[in-house]
């Protein structure tokens, strides 16, 4: 019987032991065993996929990888300790020296490090490209070395959406991998594999947990690309911890009713406070507003679970509208049941530039709101009364 993608994420699961235990077991164990000498051999010789390490696999984290592989579309995966882990691992699994990597600029601020403080180390060469830029300007920047193209969207944190099917199209037209850092969206707002992407990138951290409680990374896409990347991954050791894969598989369960409340407070938010008479703009991609309104329709199920603004008094007003929030946290996530505001000039992408910042539309009074699951109204009142400090 062929089965929505939603209930195969809810109902994939380990094999049952005898015990016929209805939720999946951790198997908290660094090693497995064999029966004989002639098994650990074939595991050993890649001749079957038997579990040898949890440095390799594990019970836990192949649950995990299935279920993401599932909802996004996607032939293969591999799970790391963190998103970041998957990031890098993909950069360095496929890319050589004397390689080209061509990223959109409005990325998060630790793969900016990354990108520009790493890769040059290893004979990689880089170049950025607006998030706003046409595809007339993509295929310009195409170098005759280029081997990936890296993008996120939505972009963190200015919410500018990427012509996913474009990209798609330039990418297999010049034999490029497109890799797509997904987070934002999820795979229940947005599957871009579907779209023309080779990878996707996730971190596990955010709306996959959606409660703050564990670290973790997924990459899936093409097998071939895939396995170039568990080959990387096994031997440099970013594995992903079973409890964590347990904790962040139960969670997949939950997945899309919680998107549905993210999303529909966020859109709730956006309109409620887009005329705000403290904020100088406000973009939400479900907005008519918004500047790439009509690529977010076509690619995006909704407008996902973040919205921005930028404040009318800059920098100290980012500041005293943190400082005056009564419910809503202050921390370095997002994705959470409860409700999150940060200040990207100051935190997140401090590490830039403030030309820098500025060309990725990271203005000083930026502010990026992930909305939780709290009742809108109790939200949209502790924002309200914030602005008015400021």
Sequence with gaps: MQQNKITQAIRIQTERTPEMEHSTPMFLTSSFCFNDAESM???????????????????NVQELIDKVCVLEGAEAGYATASGMSAVFGSFMALLKQGDHLLACNSIFGSTHT???????????????????????EWAAAIQPNTKMIYVETP????????DLKMLGKLAKQNGIILNVDNCFATPLVQQPILLGADLVIHSATKWMDGQGRVLGGVI?????????????CRSTGPALSPFNAWVL?????????RMERHCSNAIYLANALQHNNKI???????????????????????GGGIIC??????????????????????????GDSRSIASHPASTTHAKLTEAERLAVGITPGLIRISVGLEHKDDILKD????????
């Design 220 to 232: 899936v896409g093409r097998k071939d690309l895939i396995k170039e990347i568990y080959a990387f």
């Design 249 to 257: 598989s139960k969670s997949l369960e939950t997945l899309e009713v």
């Design 280 to 302: 100088a703009f406000l973009k939400y991609p479900f907005l008519p507003t918004h500047p790439q309104y009509a690529i977010a329709q076509q690619q995006m199920q909704n």
């Design 155 to 162: 972009t963190n944190p200015g919410l500018d959406i990427l």
């Design 114 to 136: 990354v990108i520009t403080k790493y890769l040059n180390r290893y004979g990689i060469a880089y170049s950025y490209i607006s998030a706003t830029a046409t595809e007339q």
């Design 383 to 390: 924002i309200e009364q914030a602005l008015q400090q400021c």
């Design 41 to 59: 051999r074939a595991a050993f010789a890649d001749e079957t996929d038997d579990n040898i390490y949890s440095r390799f696999s594990n019970p």
């Design 309 to 334: 603004f930028e404040l009318k008094g800059g920098l100290e007003s980012g500041r005293n509208f943190l400082n005056a929030l009564q419910m809503l946290s202050l921390t370095a996530n997002l």
